[in-house]
């Protein structure tokens, strides 16, 4: 089994930024692609960042493009969110997840999740 274990949550001013990571540990060969995900109270769990490991591809949100960058450690079972120009909007429980498909935003395509860390933005 596959898990996930995020750290480097926290509080932070706007325009501050924070930086996330995320280890994978178990059986990481079938995993193609690791992303971010974030929920904020009373809202959908939201797809942020993915990146591949196998082509370093990377696909953002709308929302963080230019704001967030998602980058991934050599053999690929570490994979952080740099979050830059916070916003109190980014406020959410972020969730580092991991899938065999490729590049996949659609929540219902990753099997595997980690606990989640709270990002809390203030303005």
């Known amino acids: 089994q596959v898990q996930l274990v995020e750290t480097g949550g926290g509080l932070v001013q706007a325009g501050g930024s924070l930086r996330l990571s995320c280890a994978a540990s178990?059986?990481?060969?079938?995993?193609?692609?690791m992303g971010w995900f974030r929920q904020a109270p009373g809202k959908e769990r939201e797809f942020v960042a993915a990146?591949?490991?196998?082509?370093?591809?990377?696909y953002y949100a709308d929302s963080v493009k230019g704001r967030f960058t998602i980058s991934r450690n050599y053999v690929g079972n570490t994979v952080y969110l740099q979050m830059n120009s916070l916003k109190a909007e980014d406020t959410a429980v972020y969730y580092c997840?991991?899938?065999?498909?490729?590049?996949?935003?659609?929540?219902?395509?990753?099997?595997?999740w980690g606990q989640g860390t709270q990002v809390t933005v203030s303005s």
């Open positions: 997840a991991a899938t065999n498909r490729n590049l996949a935003s659609d929540y219902a395509d990753y099997g595997y």
């Open positions: 178990g059986p990481t060969s079938s995993i193609n692609t």
């Open positions: 990146i591949s490991r196998s082509t370093w591809n990377t």
